[in-house]
């Protein structure tokens, strides 16, 4: 589990330059559409690469695109119907494009583009449109008879007629019922009933799928694979549940065949053997589906630390399944930030300080740190999962094993995290919720730097500190596993980012800086997270439930001061965090990331549970209704997300490649189209 999403929805302001401030954030954004600001990135250092590299580059990132629709199918079984239906409308259609209702639907469209289907990216609560059943039914008939017939309509079934579609598609878009969410956290009902993705089907339950993967655990196995990882669990009619799994001859071939293409177009152009090796082991894990090639791919792909260019690219993390057990596709392709690396390297390299200097019990903590490595990196390219809502830090390898025995490579992806900085200038966030100019001047002087600190210790130190004890199986927390393992991860960086050490180590200014990211922290996990929750809704996400948790828990243990740790405080009906006593603060990070790990350790099902539906599910109804009419009036977006720069292979008149260039001129509408138009390979229905 090893993605961080950017904490605060914009608790970032001007540190400096405010007189440019308007022009640069215009410059940094693309579009704005319900509760989402599209954004682009840039990608400083691109033109000093070799010719070499930037191929390389251009066959990783094809590779990065064409998953697109494995995502979409993943994520609902109906989503590529919808998406394609909604495409074929918005570009024939002759409808007037001010019609109220036709605009509802290209904003409802720019949804399901960001959302890779019809749930919420993050709620994962399904749309609502905003235009009517008749409308969408008056624009299928319009677009039949433009084009020759139904037949020409590619997202019927084999057969079905417009009035069958639209039996079949029309409850799922409209009806709030039916798959109503994408993926269940909790609740003590069958979570993979719940559940709208499809990861698992045939009205298989959860108690099915729990013993179909019991059964192939062998206790005794010290390095087992990810049972279940690329595949779709499948109850039969005759009962029987079957694997279908996701490879070259599987499900989703033609589009994995598409990627494996571009791999070995790649594979000439590879900076050294080592990343030739991993790239061929990836192959061969399309091509078989076997997971143990998985993890031996992981393990090549860990320690080739050497290699300047670097990808992601396959089925990877387990957040959209309430199991944990099945991984979405993604894919991101970058190279290094030499520079900003020598921060993190200084991290790594003395990650067995911090382990051996943890406040967790010494029985849970790892005797050697192996294999721990972290850099700084600039995306070039960002595919399925990591688009457009993308991370800005991954740590991968997710097996645990793989961990203990071999180590893990931790990023942290700085020319996103400027972009967010960027489009956030003056935006009036900080002054609307920070208590006062003290916080708010701790904030400018230290908040980017503070911010990707914590972000480089939570993937480099935080996901790959601890150890569970032997026998006890990684899946045992269920769906929390997902959210205690964000909350350890985010504790070890909170705990060390006020640590002496790292001032002594040069990558903190003073000991003052750590207060910037406390009060952020602080800030964001009791209020201003909030704006991201509609009115009367639970916290879902895994992430957004870890800050809740984190912030709520060490509010409620330090109100037993004689001072309060932690206040909220009301003024001019506005209310504040105020934070008394930091390094009290510190101490109370520090106890619960013991407890924290314990229970990862010892897979305490029952104690997680109850920390995560006490503190990290329900919200405070008051400071909701008063967090969302403060941050409607700022006009701002809650969530942002990103278009890719268009990267051309240019030829010669000979057909030689002479140059990779990118271009930044796209919009998102154009993006997606384009993508939709070039990069699909699935046919419609996946079953
Ligand atoms: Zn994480």
Redesign the pocket.
């Known amino acids: 589990?090893?993605?961080?999403f950017f904490n605060a929805c914009n608790s970032k302001q001007a540190y400096s330059n405010t007189a440019t401030a308007e022009n640069n954030s215009l410059d940094y954004v693309v579009d704005k559409f319900a509760d989402t600001q599209v954004l682009r990135y840039k990608v400083p250092g691109f033109e000093d690469l070799s010719l070499q590299q930037k191929q390389l580059l251009f066959h990783l990132s094809e590779a990065a695109l064409i998953g697109r629709d494995i995502l979409y199918d993943q994520n609902c079984r109906y989503n590529l119907a919808i998406r394609r239906m909604l495409e074929q409308i918005f570009l024939d259609s002759k409808c007037d494009r001010n019609d109220r209702q036709f605009k509802e639907l290209e904003i409802y469209l720019k949804r399901v583009w960001f959302a890779n289907g019809i749930h919420h990216h993050y709620a994962e609560d399904k749309f609502t449109p905003g235009f009517s059943q008749d409308f969408l039914a008056d624009r299928l008939q319009e677009i039949a008879g433009n084009t020759s017939g139904e037949a020409s309509l590619t997202f019927l079934r084999k057969g079905q007629s417009l009035q069958q579609f639209i039996d079949e598609i029309f409850p799922v878009i409209f009806s709030p019922d039916v798959l109503a969410k994408r993926t269940v956290q909790s609740g003590d009902g069958d979570i993979i009933l719940a559940s709208a993705n499809n990861y698992y089907a045939g009205g298989i339950t959860q108690k099915e799928v729990e013993d179909f993967y019991e059964k192939q655990r062998q206790p005794d196995d010290l390095t087992p694979p990810s049972y279940g990882l690329n595949s779709r669990l499948v109850k039969e009619p005759d009962g029987r549940i079957t694997e279908k799994t996701w490879k070259i001859g599987g499900l989703y071939s033609d589009a994995i065949e598409k990627i494996v293409e571009q791999l070995e177009k790649a594979l000439p152009f590879a900076e050294n053997q080592a990343q030739k090796a991993v790239i061929v082991k990836l192959i061969a894990f399309y091509r078989t589906g076997d997971l143990r090639t998985f993890d031996a791919y992981a393990i090549l792909w860990l320690k080739d630390t050497a290699s300047e260019i670097d990808f992601v690219n396959g089925f990877t993390e387990t957040y959209g399944d309430p199991l944990g057990i099945k991984a979405s596709w993604e894919s991101t392709v970058n190279f290094i930030n030499k520079e900003a690396t020598k921060r993190t390297k200084i991290i790594s390299d003395n990650a067995q300080w911090f382990e051996d200097h943890s406040p967790v019990d010494p029985r849970f903590k790892k005797t050697t740190v192996k294999g721990i490595s972290a850099k700084v990196i600039t995306v070039v390219m960002l595919g399925g999962d990591c688009y457009p809502s993308t991370p800005i830090?991954i740590?991968l390898p997710n097996a645990e094993w793989i961990r203990r025995d071999h180590g893990s490579k931790s990023v942290t992806i700085e020319n996103i995290t400027e972009a967010y900085d960027q489009a956030a200038l003056g935006n009036g966030f900080n002054d609307e919720f920070v208590r006062s100019d003290v916080e708010k001047e701790l904030i400018e002087k230290y908040g980017f730097l503070a911010d990707n600190l914590h972000t480089d210790l939570?993937?480099c130190l935080?996901?790959g500190s601890g150890q569970i004890l032997p026998g006890i199986s990684p899946d045992t927390l269920k769906s929390y596993g997902a959210t205690l393992?964000?909350a350890r991860?985010?504790l070890f960086g909170l705990y060390y980012i006020a640590d002496p050490k790292l001032v002594e180590l040069g990558v903190m200014p003073d000991s003052e800086a750590f207060k910037a990211e406390y009060y952020r922290f602080m800030m964001n996990g009791l209020i201003t997270q909030l704006v991201r929750i509609e009115p009367g809704k639970d916290i879902e996400e895994a992430?957004m439930r870890n800050r809740q948790l984190i912030a709520k828990w060490v509010y409620e243990k330090g109100k037993t001061s004689n001072i309060p740790v932690v206040e909220l405080i009301k003024s001019n009906q506005k209310t504040y965090v105020r934070i008394n006593d930091y390094n009290a603060l510190r101490n109370l990070f520090g106890k619960l990331l013991a407890e924290v790990q314990r229970i990862k350790s010892e897979g305490d099902y029952q104690a997680g549970k109850a920390l995560v539906e006490t503190y990290g599910v329900k919200v405070d109804q008051d400071i909701h209704a008063e967090t969302l009419e403060r941050y409607r009036k700022l006009n701002l977006s809650p969530y942002k997300g990103f278009v890719n720069p268009t990267m051309k292979l240019i030829r010669n008149d000979k057909g030689e490649a002479v140059d990779v260039t990118l271009d930044y001129s796209e919009n998102y509408t154009q993006q997606m189209l384009r993508y939709s138009r070039d990069y699909s390979f699935l046919p419609t229905y996946n079953e």
């Open positions: 589990m090893s993605l961080t830090g740590n939570h993937e935080g996901h393992e964000e991860a985010d992430h």
